[in-house]
């Protein structure tokens, strides 16, 4: 097999090195593989659409430009994009780009969202007659924006999707756009910079900003109330709607069932849906499957512990915006001490600068280690429920999966209340989301099982201590 397409590609590649900054280039090129050069017409095979996509949006031109230079004038270059929706077709589509202004797709088994000039205007016959657009108020929070959040390989795919959503709402490839992560890793912020980006940008644009918690309270509310049609017409007439913490819906059968309705009308209108999640798709319990399979829709990008580098970046990105000048070393210690989240890293800076202004201190790199390891020391694990039901089944020696199971055995159904008692009283998890993940039962089940454990505690002595030793396990 000819190696000409490896030769013009490691040609192109030196080219656009020099003219895109290295973590683009580290991002958007590297995942890159070439496939064949025939006639002038160069082949590369990308991991998705929204590969394919983005490269359209932002590096064509860089791209034409290098093709012409490398393989001269009627150079052509073709996309093999494979698909990532089908577990069992892995097969590429092939998407040709001339060097014209007109696109080609082949071969296409997944189809390729139009442009949002493509789209025709569908008329919303719901709004509700006296609400204007521009009398909604976003809720989103001014400093969250895409200036303040820090770029890292934690958080690059997922912050480069959002900025192209920001751009072309509604209008690519990865609708709904769903962000997931541990608490604290900077969710909300990117989802809310999304929001802030389009309303500067496109003012007229409709966005709005709800915890999947308040969707959930208004949602009771409109029920009592008998309005539940007002409640869905606000919903669709929204254009960019930002749902945060969306695993909250575990359990909630009806309001998922609204969510699902507007979900649909959104998509089918071209409207844009970003989510966030503390897990993708597929690790969600206590969801409708047909909810879930409309999250796998768009694009799913995690975000993950900063590493060191970006750590410090926070760090100084925070202390330059306060005005404030901190030794290297200090940054250093703090960075290398608080790793579990960006939260809890500027909740310790916060902390130490507190500390210095109180006591009339200079912050040295002692007081820094004096305070940060007692930060460390006493802050307390962000328990989940996996991991308290884990500790309960190991001191009770069974198997994790032994709590989803519907046995009546006394020492499992012990062990499951056991479970929802301290996921209740060491989580922020509604009752409904605990019960979907142990066991599969309902809110009514977990509050029995919590009076259950404390009138046991009450009143049996070795049973108090079983609880009492688990305590200590999950909290130490």
Not at 81 to 107: E, F, L
Not at 176 to 196: D, E, F, R
Not at 329 to 358: K, P
Request: aromatic fraction near 8%; proline fraction near 4%; glycine fraction near 4%.
């Amino acid at each position: 097999m000819s190696s000409e397409h490896f030769s013009a590609w490691e040609k192109c590649l030196n080219i656009i090195k020099d003219n895109v900054p290295g973590s683009s280039y580290k991002t958007w090129f590297e995942p890159i593989e070439p496939v064949r050069l025939e006639n002038k017409i160069l082949t590369i095979q990308v991991p998705s659409a929204f590969f394919y996509e983005y490269l359209e949006e932002q590096f064509i031109d860089i791209l034409r430009k290098t093709l012409r230079i490398v393989l001269g004038n009627g150079a052509k270059l073709e996309y093999n994009v494979v698909m990532g929706n089908s577990a069992d077709n892995k097969t590429p589509y092939t998407v040709s780009y001339p060097t014209g202004n007109n696109s080609k797709i082949q071969n296409q088994p997944l189809t390729i969202p139009l442009k949002s000039d493509d789209k025709k205007s569908i008329k919303n016959p719901f709004i509700i007659p006296g609400i204007q657009k521009l009398q909604i108020d976003p809720q989103l929070k001014s400093d969250n924006t895409f200036e303040n959040f820090v770029e890292g390989d934690c958080n690059r795919l997922a912050r480069s999707a959002g900025y192209a959503v920001a751009c072309n709402p509604g209008g690519t490839a990865f609708n709904p756009l769903m962000i997931y992560g541990n608490s604290g890793l900077g969710k909300t912020h990117l989802a809310q910079a999304i929001g802030i980006e389009v309303k500067e940008n496109m003012p007229d644009k409709v966005v709005l900003y709800v915890n999947a918690n308040k969707f959930q309270t208004q949602f009771t509310e409109a029920t009592r109330n008998n309005n539940r049609n007002d409640f869905l017409n606000f919903y669709q007439m929204i254009d960019v709607l930002i749902l945060d913490d969306v695993h909250e819906f575990a359990g909630k059968e009806k309001t998922q069932e609204t969510f699902f309705h507007i979900f649909n009308h959104l998509h089918q209108t071209g409207r844009q849906l970003i989510l966030t999640s503390d897990k993708p798709p597929i690790e969600l319990k206590g969801m409708e499957q047909r909810l879930l399979s409309r999250f796998k829709w768009g694009l799913t990008a995690d975000l993950v512990t900063p590493d060191f580098e970006t750590r410090i970046e926070i760090l100084r990105r925070k202390i330059y915006k306060d005005g404030i000048t901190l030794p290297d070393d200090v940054l250093e210690y703090i960075a290398s001490h608080v790793t579990n989240n960006v939260r809890e890293l500027e909740g310790a800076l916060v902390s130490l600068l507190a500390q210095s202004m109180l006591n009339k201190r200079e912050i040295t790199l002692e007081l820094t280690a004096k305070l940060i390891n007692k930060l460390v020391k006493n802050s307390r694990r962000e328990l989940s429920i996996e991991y308290i039901s884990k500790v309960v089944c190991d001191y009770f020696n069974m198997h994790v999966d032994s709590l989803q199971t519907k046995t009546r055995k006394r020492e499992i159904v012990q062990a499951r209340q056991i479970a929802m008692y301290f996921s209740k009283n060491l989580t922020k998890y509604s009752l409904a989301s605990i019960g979907s993940q142990i066991g599969n039962k309902d809110h009514a089940t977990v509050l029995h099982a919590c009076k259950t454990v404390n009138n046991l505690k009450d009143t049996d002595k070795n049973f108090r201590q079983y609880v009492e030793d688990i305590e200590k396990k999950l909290t130490m």
